[in-house]
């Protein structure tokens, strides 16, 4: 019985960039989302992580984690496909809420599935686009293409440099040497993830209209002194984000790892004060790493309210910074963080049992 599984993914850095036409440093972790597709008389899915089966005649929107299954297969029908109902098993090892991007792997898997059962032929960017729209039209996130577009795209040991513009990419190998990306989850997702993340996308728009521009790549600094004061940081976070991205790509290929790691401390600054989208729990995180013996960078990484900070620290360093972290934290919120070890990953595949 074939299964299909896609991976979250972290940023190295670009964050609220990709639904300004503008770029990001994604790779695929080794944590997945697995799916067990097969026809049936009725939709069934069944979540071993939620532990919950849910059976329904037709496509309906319930709120939860089967809204990413069933938007895959609304999309998929609307664009003149033939399916018919589906069982579908989901497992996974991607913690959700963590800011990986466990809803894309989720969407991808079950697109990857419902495209092969039923012999569809889409192509890989066809299944991209599938997920978006249904994150975005039956999901309700107005979400970019990134954590999509990585699910599939993915290449173990590369990150992708990808120009959400026109989605010409180009695959940067993972030059760590001594170094490596580690992930400490807040195990906190704050309730306005995504209502905050609309209204982030809105307010870019608004900053379009303002200055009469159609893209955010037609915008240079000197543009931004008639925006108000909001509107103003958020376009600043924007483009300050896209030139770290750049000269993050650059210091990858040189393995220049204090600059890279001065890059993710800046950009966890910006998303804090500029795009304000951090929270006191990852602010702490990073707060507490920094200066840290063997750590380089840190920032939070994905939509924010929440989830996961991404950890540039020198090979063997994390544990013993994160053991110390850990009580810290807890006095400070009551709750543990976890630590992530993480390594690079494929996009999505079949899996044959
Ligand atoms: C979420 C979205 C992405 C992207 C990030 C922020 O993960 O799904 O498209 O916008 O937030 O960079």
Redesign the pocket.
């Known amino acids: 019985m074939p299964k299909f599984k896609a991976p979250g993914r972290v ?1 190295i850095i670009g ?2 960039t ?2 300004n036409d503008g770029f990001v440093l994604p790779f695929a972790i080794d944590r997945y989302v697995e799916v067990d597709i097969k026809p049936s008389n009725r939709y069934v899915f069944t979540s071993q992580v939620m532990n919950e089966t849910v059976s329904v005649k037709k496509f309906q929107k319930l709120g939860k984690w089967t809204d990413y299954i069933m938007g895959v297969i609304w999309v998929i029908e609307q664009r003149g496909y033939k399916t018919e109902p589906v069982e579908v098993i989901v497992s996974s090892n991607l913690p959700i809420g963590a800011g990986l ?1 466990s809803s ?1 792997a989720l969407e991808i898997a079950t697109a990857y599935g419902i495209n092969e059962i039923f012999n569809l032929k889409m192509d890989e960017m066809q299944l991209v686009e599938v997920g978006v729209k249904a994150e975005r039209e039956f999901v309700g996130v107005r ?2 293409v ?2 999509q577009f990585t699910a599939v795209f993915a290449k173990k040991d590369y990150a992708i440099f990808l120009d959400t513009s026109n989605l010409k990419y180009e695959y940067v190998p993972l030059n760590l040497a001594d170094l490596e990306f580690a992930l400490i989850d807040s195990n906190t997702k704050h309730e306005l993830s995504s209502s905050e993340y609309n209204k982030r996308r809105e307010e870019c728009e608004k900053v379009l209209k303002m200055l009469n521009k159609k893209s955010f790549r037609e915008i240079n600094y000197d543009d931004l002194s008639i925006l108000d004061p909001l509107l103003r940081k958020r376009a600043r976070h924007v483009l300050d984000e896209n030139k770290r991205v750049l000269l993050a790509v650059r210091a990858l290929k040189n393995s220049e790892s204090f600059l890279l790691g001065n890059i993710l401390y800046e950009s966890h600054v910006s998303l804090r004060d500029l795009y304000e989208v951090s929270c006191d729990e990852t602010d702490f995180i990073v707060g507490y790493v920094k200066g840290e013996i063997g750590i380089l960078g840190a920032r939070m990484v ?2 924010g309210f929440g989830g996961s900070v991404l950890v540039l620290a020198r090979a063997g360093h994390i544990d013993k910074v994160f053991m110390e972290l850990e009580k810290s934290y807890f006095k400070m919120f009551g709750k543990k963080p976890s630590l992530i070890k993480i390594k690079s990953s494929d996009g999505a595949n079949m899996v044959m049992e």
Do not use: K, T
Request: net charge negative; aromatic share 8%.
């Open positions: 940023n964050e609220h990709d639904y991007s894309a979400c970019g990134m954590d994905g939509g």
